[in-house]
């Protein structure tokens, strides 16, 4: 009888002992996966093209964004040879062809399309002359290389660029990766200026 009672202590102790030392290889090794295997992180940010890229003609801005702020920073990349960058901000929603030239009439009718806002600058920002594309509180801040503005707006290790040229009867705008006018555009808009010209868009 105490040879039997011993026996079955004896297999307890073992079965316990087999136990803990499976619950320590087990803990041991979800405590490896946790360090090797953590969750990889995103490539790249997220960058609303549409909401957060318009153009511009003067102190001015056309976007498909109707809440922008009052004070909210927007970068500009000002189109000619070079191209320059100026920082200004939102002053208010406009619908005044006096503060923006793309509402004059005969331009509103192809320029105030659904969906599209237009937004006063800052005065002095921008000269009255001046077109080009404006980015709404951007990442970076872009560089101008060669001549060229470059930013990396969605953090995919490729430097957006931006392009502008003539169609017969206005301005089109562009952004694309790398390198201008291949691929796809990332962002695009149309500028109506209700005169004929001559193209150079490719």
């Not at 191209?83 to 331009?107: D, F, M, N, P, Y």
């Not at 077109?131 to 430097?159: E, F, I, K």
Request: overall charge neutral; proline content about 6%.
């Amino acid at each position: 009888m105490a040879t039997s009672v011993v026996a079955t202590l004896l297999k307890f102790q073992r079965a316990v002992a087999s136990t803990a030392a499976i619950t320590t290889l087990v803990l041991a090794a979800v405590s490896c996966r946790g360090v090797n295997e953590s969750p990889q992180q995103p490539h790249a940010a997220a960058f609303a093209f549409n909401e957060r890229i318009g153009w511009l003609h003067g102190p001015c801005l056309a976007i498909s964004n109707p809440g922008l702020a009052r004070g909210t920073a927007v970068t500009l990349v000002i189109a000619g040879e070079p191209q320059k960058v100026e920082q200004t901000r939102i002053q208010e929603r406009t619908e005044s062809a006096t503060t923006c030239q793309a509402l004059l009439e005969g331009r509103a009718k192809m320029n105030a399309k659904p969906g599209i806002s237009f937004y006063a600058l800052e005065p002095g920002s921008v000269a009255p002359t001046d077109m080009g594309v404006g980015l709404v509180s951007p990442p970076a801040t872009p560089a101008v290389v060669n001549g060229l503005a470059r930013v990396d707006l969605d953090q995919d290790g490729h430097s957006e660029v931006f392009s502008s040229c003539a169609t017969t009867e206005g301005i089109k705008f562009a952004v694309w990766n790398d390198k201008a006018f291949q691929g796809e555009s990332r962002w695009s808009g149309y500028y109506y200026l209700d005169y004929e010209m001559k193209p150079t868009c490719p």
